[in-house]
């Protein structure tokens, strides 16, 4: 008989990218207690920190830190200069200079993190300079084009991009509604990003979207407003691919995220759209909603008329 002992089966879970780190860390070396490599801390910031944060930024995070390591992976973490982020950021810039941006970002929060850990007491190498100019996005999405990719799309995809114009959400706090989110005559929301308390009166088309989406089948266990045939939670990838396919049947170009400042420049009332966005500042609702569509002007004169 074989001696082999049994195999130990350890759950990788259901997330990629956490299996990938569990993974990682099963088959790797034991780490050095004095190994203050950007590789090492960028590790323990996958590890701990990164599944704090939500599923999308969690997949941007993942790649970018596998192009930082790339580069920084071996470097003790406090050699690394100023010099090296703004050589990072040029030749990293010449492809793709927002992407660029993002992954400095997070060198600078893992950074931080390493100082608040004592892996070392130096001044974050970031501090000073500068990223990549980035042109703020200005694309209006008309009615027109609303209705041909709605036309197009899955009706769960219909049913989010209904809530995401008549609410003015972010895709991440459309996804996450509950229907246990809906009382007092009003769709009850804390924004992801800002932590901001909204309530949206369920009137006019949000109330009938809302009652077409409780009218269709659904699992009663399951609280997610929106849901999948299937009786799950609508999650982010389904509805990327999902909205992707209908821009390409209708060939229309513009993203998701687009409808967000539709719904602003739709509303007409800067004070009405900054509230409904939840916007601390009304400068920044007033650069969100005019790059999109423009000031709406007066001509210079009117155009004197030739006797006849």
């Known amino acids: 008989m074989s001696s082999t002992l049994p195999r130990t089966w350890t759950p990788l879970g259901n997330d990629l990218n956490a299996a990938r780190r569990t993974w990682a860390e099963?088959?790797?070396?034991?780490?050095?207690?004095?190994?203050?490599t950007f590789s090492v801390i960028g590790r323990r910031y996958m590890r701990d920190v990164l599944p704090t944060l939500g599923l999308h930024t969690q997949r941007d995070y993942a790649q970018y830190f596998e192009?930082?390591?790339?580069?920084?992976?071996?470097?003790?973490?406090?050699?690394?200069?100023?010099?090296?982020?703004?050589?990072?950021l040029r030749v990293r810039g010449a492809a793709s200079k927002v992407r660029a941006n993002r992954e400095k970002a997070l060198f600078s929060t893992i950074f931080n993190h390493a100082r608040s850990w004592g892996y070392t007491d130096v001044?974050?190498?970031?501090?000073?300079?500068?990223?990549?100019?980035?042109?703020?996005?200005?694309?209006?999405?008309?009615?027109?084009?609303?209705?041909?990719?709605?036309?197009?799309?899955?009706?769960?995809?219909?049913?989010?991009?209904?809530?995401?114009?008549?609410?003015?959400?972010?895709?991440?706090?459309v996804l996450k509604f509950n229907v246990n989110d809906i009382f007092d005559g009003s769709l009850n929301l804390t924004q992801n990003k800002t932590g901001k308390?909204?309530?949206?009166?369920?009137?006019?088309e949000l109330a009938q979207?809302?009652?077409?989406?409780?009218?269709?089948?659904?699992?009663?266990?399951?609280?997610?407003?929106?849901?999948?045939?299937?009786?799950r939670r609508l999650n982010y990838f389904a509805l990327r691919s999902r909205f992707?396919?209908?821009?390409?049947?209708?060939?229309?170009?513009?993203?998701?995220?687009?409808?967000?400042?539709?719904?602003?420049?739709?509303?007409?009332?800067?004070?009405?759209a900054q509230k409904l966005l939840g916007h601390k500042n009304r400068t920044t609702t007033e650069i969100y909603t005019r790059d999109r569509l423009g000031d709406l002007v007066s001509p210079l004169r009117r155009v004197k008329k030739v006797a006849q």
Request: aromatic fraction near 6%; include cysteine; charged fraction near 30%.
């Open 209 to 231: 979207v809302i009652t077409r989406i409780m009218a269709k089948p659904r699992d009663k266990v399951n609280k997610a407003l929106l849901q999948d045939p299937d009786g």
């Open 244 to 272: 992707d396919k209908a821009r390409d049947l209708a060939g229309i170009n513009f993203q998701f995220r687009d409808l967000r400042a539709k719904a602003a420049t739709d509303t007409g009332d800067l004070a009405h």
């Open 67 to 88: 192009l930082l390591n790339k580069v920084f992976g071996e470097m003790p973490i406090d050699v690394i200069r100023p010099f090296d982020i703004a050589e990072y």
């Open 123 to 173: 001044t974050n190498p970031c501090i000073g300079i500068k990223g990549h100019k980035e042109k703020s996005r200005d694309r209006y999405v008309s009615d027109d084009e609303y209705a041909a990719v709605w036309a197009c799309a899955h009706p769960t995809v219909q049913d989010a991009m209904d809530l995401a114009l008549c609410t003015g959400q972010r895709p991440a706090d």
């Open 26 to 36: 099963l088959e790797g070396d034991p780490v050095a207690s004095d190994d203050k």
């Open 197 to 204: 308390k909204l309530r949206i009166a369920i009137e006019g």
